[in-house]
């Protein structure tokens, strides 16, 4: 069926170092890509998004990477602050207006 | 503008309950979205509409109901709550265009069902 697949489901990285975070759909039909992130206990957020006429957008140190060919798409954190660190997911838009999202990517930024 | 509201924040049931959660938003879209979100799982669709007096269903529609008798709101029902349902469940809403935009969520409602 329709889905979107999400990896890892936990990654750790280093104060400063980046993180990137992959996303796989399987309907040829969606041409806009939304990231959210989520904080403990809150409601999930968008901080970036992407339509398919686009490859790469970038909003200081997030960016978001898309390869129609392949159907990924990846987001990119670079020098990784403690208030990264959340909950993101990925999501794509199927036939009928609904939005199917991923699994989650627990993100934790080390001292 | 408030945005996306929900009401109740927190309820605890006993199976074979119903109950009746509340969203409304204040923006007008014509979009809104009923989601769980349970551990491990991300946010799985459960309902959605497209417009007041429409209703379709999502991935994981069963034992639950929606009605959207007034476009700034977006009801979602349990007539026979079971343990299965505890989660966390967050109401979403976005403008209709040709061209899909950003979705904002309410603040979500955490249910238990003992």
């Known amino acids: 069926g329709e889905n979107v697949e999400q990896h890892p489901s936990t990654l750790s990285v280093q104060e400063g170092d980046s993180a990137v975070i992959k996303c796989t759909y399987s309907?040829?039909?969606?041409?806009?890509f939304p990231w959210y992130k989520q904080e403990l206990g809150k409601r999930p957020q968008l901080i970036i998004d992407?339509?398919?006429?686009?490859g790469e957008k970038k909003d200081q140190r997030i960016a978001v990477t898309l390869n129609k060919t392949a159907k990924h798409f990846s987001l990119h954190i670079t020098e990784t602050q403690p208030e990264d660190s959340a909950v993101y997911f990925c999501?794509?838009?199927?036939?009928?207006?609904?939005?199917?999202f991923g699994k989650g990517t627990r993100l934790h930024i080390l001292p | 503008n408030a945005g996306v509201t929900q009401t109740p924040k927190f309820r605890v049931l006993k199976t074979g309950q119903s109950m009746t959660l509340l969203c409304a938003q204040d923006?007008?879209?014509?979009?809104m979205y009923w989601y769980r979100q349970d551990p491990g799982m991300g946010l799985r669709l459960i309902h959605y509409?497209?417009?007041?007096?429409?209703?379709a269903k999502g991935e994981v529609p069963d034992g639950y109901n929606v009605s959207r008798l007034k476009k700034q709101n977006f009801l979602l029902g349990l007539e026979s709550a079971a343990p299965s349902q505890t989660s966390v469940y967050f109401c979403?809403?976005?403008?209709?265009?040709?061209?899909?935009?950003?979705?904002?969520f309410g603040p979500g409602t955490r249910l238990t069902v003992l």
């Open positions: 979403a809403s976005r403008e209709a265009g040709v061209e899909y935009n950003e979705q904002f």
């Open positions: 309907d040829s039909a969606s041409n806009y």
């Open positions: 992407i339509r398919s006429n686009v």
């Open positions: 999501a794509a838009p199927l036939i009928g207006f609904k939005i199917i």
């Open positions: 923006m007008n879209h014509e979009y």
């Open positions: 509409s497209v417009g007041e007096g429409t209703t």
